[in-house]
């Protein structure tokens, strides 16, 4: 590119006017998009516009990102103000210089095509030619980060892809597996994703990409393929993988890390890395590809993985225009706001005064307040510490738009109401909320649930309008929004948020090739006790192994010699610290733990090296369990699982296997699992009490299959009958009883256990349990009972039971669909390729499904299309 455009650039940039012209521009595009016009609107008259124009054309010729992100602020906000056909031209013609194709096919639909020369014309036919690839046999127009992306994809081994939020990274990476899929007889790959509600969403994908292709198994199920394809796709979460990697030592062609930010999530991170040397050590052929949504570090980290040559693929502009906006309450003016555009620290812009119809003065309700004012009737997105402050907003947006409408008749909202009440709990507090247009939205709901708000939130003309959220939605679920409202930089009791954290949640304004512009609104920004929206913060992404090594070194060190600590799954340090030594406890029975520990250590601790080798091999020798059984289970206290195994051994020998033998749950005796559940809990985690049982009790019920509505059901019933002999023991002492709990809490008490314990500790001790068990029968000479050990932590995790269940599941069905739809079928053990066919000849309407569950199939594919 040119030197004289970037010498010309620089001195454009260095005249205080052009920062000028370029704030009126920026404040009266944002007022613009606003749902509430201003008394006095900020205007630019046609000169300055016509400056700021040639000044884009200028920057655009230029390599740097600064300095193109200034050519799409100038080009998006001229679009969003002008309708001169001469403006539109220029502007169209930079979005096309800048490559931003889906900008300027939305700007061309909605703004119209400007005066176009036949140069012009040319010039963008050509352009974008060069950069449309074919996407499932259509013609697709690809930005120019994109296609940079996609061209980098066929060569790279391994390939760094950070971008922004609305970037469209996955995008092509999806794009690029499929047809790799789709070219190859041999072929395996895996998708790690960090939750279930982005597994879910990429499953989606990937299933209506390769549609069609019985040939490809597509799972989301760490199992052996009973039909042995040749030719898979999964998409897992990294423990997810880890169980993959235990039962299966095949090498894969490609591995693909989104949100590769998380290898520095403590536990979670160390078990992501461990995968990835796993998989990479298999073969040299394996492609890598992370993707990460802004982030340094990525670098350094492949090298800790044994990728020394890492691409970078990054880019700082996203393809929308972001408007950070300031709300701040006027002083002693309890209706009026006054709004701002942040540029930069110390860099506002003056966008005016806003007298809203509701009062600001009462903080506790102000988010809401702002977000009904500004938020109007496009898509708005809050933001809430926790689940019970989600719950606490959304219940206030509800209570003013029921008091304008008391009688909503949006047929598919009212739909989604019915669907929660059947469902989930018929007492649910968000099936009233929704109908209003307001639901909130956090990690631990169930999938179809979750799945079933979101997709009414991109819903363009009915639907719902409000989705107060936590930052699940900042782990890279595609559910972008024209208005973002934030009001604080913290979350839980109090925590603070990372910035990079809050900038990727914030990143969701604007939606590629649905929009050019977003809103983030910032909530009385000038009283929070930082600053993160000032200016953008990458994630800096590190080893979490390394960084606890670094940070706790002397509290894994005693945790390797014997001292591990206790750690509730809330003792975020002590799980660490647990992890870290386990971990090295599993690479030293491996043999690897000198190369292990020189890639892990810090620095300042390479001195250590010897000595923390030779604490591991001797922690290794004195636990004495296999190899392989410490290298699928390190995430569990070593010297707990040796505690299990000769528990296990003595009930063998006492002849007590009847109580030692997982069985299906569907078959086992009253008190089998209650048993099994405490004494993994005395012994691993020297846990006393009746906790065991508890859980125990709902997880049975979990793995059975039964409806989320039974299980609730009796959550409640169980919660209130300990509240009544609460009152009784309180009216004997004459003390105060506590105050019953709403359905709503207990509804999300169920869910917290379920999520973090049934289907997170308890998987990974289930399964820890299976392998040691296995391990006993062998060395007991009964390996004819080995077959009858049931392998209840994949159900735990799948919440199914039978073969059916599973294939449902594999099929990319939530449970709640799955459970659902198991009962309509007498057989119990399809295959996935069986149960695809049962589905495609599936009667809805005789069967009275859910069209919530309708939806599902259809959004999958599952289902024959109605024909007219």
Known sequence: MSTFAHDLSRRLTGHTSFWNYLGQLQGAGAVRTLARPLADTPTLDLERVLKLLYCASVFVQTEEDELKRLAQTIVLNTLLLHEDGELRERSLHVLTELGNFPGLSYAERTYGAGDQTLL????????????????????????????????????????????????????????HLCRQAER?????????????????????????????????????????????????????????????????????????????????????????????????????????????????????????????????????????????????????????????????PEDRVEIGNLESSLGLDNKATRLAAVALELGGGEGSLVYETGPRESEKTALQLMNELHRRLPNPQDQSLLELSAFIKEHIHPDYQLAAMVVYGVAYHYGRMPSLLREAIESS????????RYLVCTTTLAQGINLPARNVFIDTPKRGRGESLDPALLWNFAGRAGRLSQDVVGNVFLLDYDEWDTKPMDEFVPFEVTSAITTTLSSQFNGVMDAVRGDMPVAPPWNAEATRIRACAGLLIAKAAAGVSDQFIESVLPPDRLESAAEVAESAVGAAQRIGLPPSLLQANWTIDPYGLRRLYDRLVEKIDAGDLDNVIPLNPREAPEGLYQSIFKRILRTVDQQQGNFGALVAGLAL????????????????????????????KAATTGSRPKRPRTVDALIREAFDLIEDVVRFRFVQLGKAYCDLLVLALHEKGLQKRIPEVYDFALALELGVSTETGTAFVELGLSRIAASALEDLFPSSSMTAVEARQALRALDVVANKLSPIIVAELDRLGLREPVTA
């Open 120 to 175: 012009g014309r040319m010039n963008r036919k050509v352009s974008q030619a060069l950069n449309t690839v074919p996407i499932n046999g259509l013609p697709v127009a690809l930005t120019d980060y994109q296609k940079q992306v996609w061209d980098s994809l066929p060569m790279a081994r391994a390939l760094a892809v950070s971008a922004p939020t609305s970037a469209g990274k996955s995008f092509v990476v999806i794009e």
């Open 184 to 344: 190859h007889g041999q072929f395996t790959a895996v998708y790690i994703a960090p939750t279930r509600a982005l597994l879910s969403e990429v499953h989606q994908k990937v299933l209506l990409r390769l549609k069609g292709r019985d040939d490809i198994r597509i799972s989301t199920v760490p199992s052996l393929d009973p039909l042995q394809r040749t030719c898979q796709v999964f998409v897992l979460t990294q423990e997810r993988l880890q169980v993959l990697l235990s039962i299966w030592d095949a090498a894969f062609n490609i591995v693909v890390v989104d949100e590769a930010q998380n290898l520095s999530d403590q536990a979670r991170g160390m078990i992501l890395q461990d995968c990835l040397q796993t998989v990479m050590s298999r073969s040299r052929g394996t492609q890598l590809v992370m993707l990460a949504p802004g982030a340094t570090g990525l670098l350094e980290v492949a090298r800790a993985i044994g990728v020394e040559a890492l691409r970078p693929e990054f880019t700082g502009i996203s393809p929308v225009l972001q408007n950070r906006i300031v709300v701040s309450k006027v002083k002693g003016r309890s209706k009026e706001m006054r709004l701002q555009l942040l540029r930069g």
């Open 457 to 464: 939130f991109k819903q363009t003309q009915t639907g719902l």
């Open 701 to 728: 019920q979990w793995m059975k299959g039964m409806p989320y509505p039974v299980i609730l059901k009796y959550w409640v019933r169980r919660a209130r009958l300990a509240e009544e002999r609460s009152a009784q």
